[in-house]
Protein backbone atom coordinates (compact mmCIF):
# COMPACT_ATOMS: atom_id res chain seq x y z
CA UNK A 1 0.00 0.00 0.00
CA UNK A 2 3.06 2.12 0.47
CA UNK A 3 3.56 2.28 -3.04
CA UNK A 4 0.69 3.95 -4.09
CA UNK A 5 1.79 7.28 -3.34
CA UNK A 6 5.23 6.82 -4.76
CA UNK A 7 3.89 5.82 -7.69
CA UNK A 8 1.99 9.25 -7.71
CA UNK A 9 4.53 11.61 -7.43
CA UNK A 10 5.41 11.38 -11.10
CA UNK A 11 1.50 12.81 -11.98
CA UNK A 12 1.57 15.10 -9.37
CA UNK A 13 4.72 16.77 -10.81
CA UNK A 14 3.30 16.60 -13.84
CA UNK A 15 0.22 18.33 -13.02
CA UNK A 16 2.05 20.90 -11.20
CA UNK A 17 4.00 21.59 -13.97
CA UNK A 18 0.96 21.67 -16.63
CA UNK A 19 -0.90 24.02 -14.17
CA UNK A 20 2.47 26.27 -13.95
CA UNK A 21 2.68 26.61 -17.72
CA UNK A 22 -0.91 27.66 -18.05
CA UNK A 23 -0.45 30.54 -15.20
CA UNK A 24 2.77 31.84 -17.11
CA UNK A 25 0.75 31.40 -20.27
CA UNK A 26 -1.82 33.30 -19.14
CA UNK A 27 0.26 36.49 -17.40
CA UNK A 28 2.07 36.23 -20.78
CA UNK A 29 -1.08 36.73 -22.88
CA UNK A 30 -2.62 39.70 -20.18
CA UNK A 31 0.93 41.28 -20.94
CA UNK A 32 0.56 41.13 -24.22
CA UNK A 33 -2.72 42.27 -24.65
CA UNK A 34 -2.20 45.50 -22.08
CA UNK A 35 0.59 46.33 -24.52
CA UNK A 36 -1.53 45.85 -27.56
CA UNK A 37 -3.53 48.75 -26.10
CA UNK A 38 -1.04 50.76 -25.15
CA UNK A 39 -0.10 50.30 -28.76
CA UNK A 40 -3.14 51.13 -30.02
CA UNK A 41 -4.01 54.21 -28.41
CA UNK A 42 -0.78 55.39 -29.49
CA UNK A 43 -1.66 54.60 -32.53
CA UNK A 44 -5.30 56.58 -32.70
CA UNK A 45 -3.22 59.51 -31.18
CA UNK A 46 -0.56 59.27 -34.54
CA UNK A 47 -3.27 59.31 -36.71
CA UNK A 48 -4.87 62.22 -35.26
CA UNK A 49 -1.87 64.07 -35.67
CA UNK A 50 -1.01 63.29 -38.92
CA UNK A 51 -5.00 64.20 -39.63
CA UNK A 52 -4.01 67.91 -38.14
CA UNK A 53 -0.59 68.11 -39.65
CA UNK A 54 -2.23 67.26 -43.38
CA UNK A 55 -5.21 70.30 -42.25
CA UNK A 56 -2.23 72.56 -41.30
CA UNK A 57 -0.51 71.81 -44.40
CA UNK A 58 -3.68 72.76 -46.42
CA UNK A 59 -4.21 75.56 -45.02
CA UNK A 60 -0.50 77.44 -44.93
CA UNK A 61 0.17 75.67 -48.87
CA UNK A 62 -3.76 77.72 -49.75
CA UNK A 63 -2.31 79.80 -53.18
CA UNK A 64 -4.78 82.45 -51.06
CA UNK A 65 -2.83 82.40 -48.20
CA UNK A 66 0.56 82.47 -50.00
CA UNK A 67 -0.71 85.34 -52.35
CA UNK A 68 -1.77 87.42 -49.13
CA UNK A 69 1.48 86.39 -47.18
CA UNK A 70 3.41 87.85 -50.31
CA UNK A 71 1.49 91.01 -50.29
CA UNK A 72 2.41 91.66 -46.47
CA UNK A 73 5.98 91.21 -47.79
CA UNK A 74 5.82 93.50 -50.02
CA UNK A 75 5.71 91.70 -52.86
CA UNK A 76 2.93 92.36 -56.07
CA UNK A 77 2.29 90.90 -59.63
CA UNK A 78 4.31 91.73 -62.14
CA UNK A 79 3.78 93.95 -64.38
CA UNK A 80 2.84 92.68 -67.91
CA UNK A 81 5.98 93.75 -69.63
CA UNK A 82 8.26 91.63 -67.07
CA UNK A 83 6.37 88.59 -67.62
CA UNK A 84 8.51 86.45 -70.58
CA UNK A 85 5.87 83.65 -71.83
CA UNK A 86 7.97 80.51 -72.23
CA UNK A 87 6.10 77.86 -74.45
CA UNK A 88 6.92 73.91 -75.37
CA UNK A 89 7.99 73.13 -78.40
CA UNK A 90 5.58 71.29 -80.59
CA UNK A 91 6.82 68.59 -82.56
CA UNK A 92 5.55 70.39 -86.26
CA UNK A 93 7.57 73.27 -84.75
CA UNK A 94 10.50 71.05 -85.70
Do not use: C, T, W
Request: positive net charge.
Amino acid sequence: MKRAPVQLIPVIFLVFIILLFYVFMHVQSQRLAYKIGKMRAALDAEKAENGRLHIKLSRLSSPERLDSVAREMGFSAPSRSRVIEIRKKDESDK
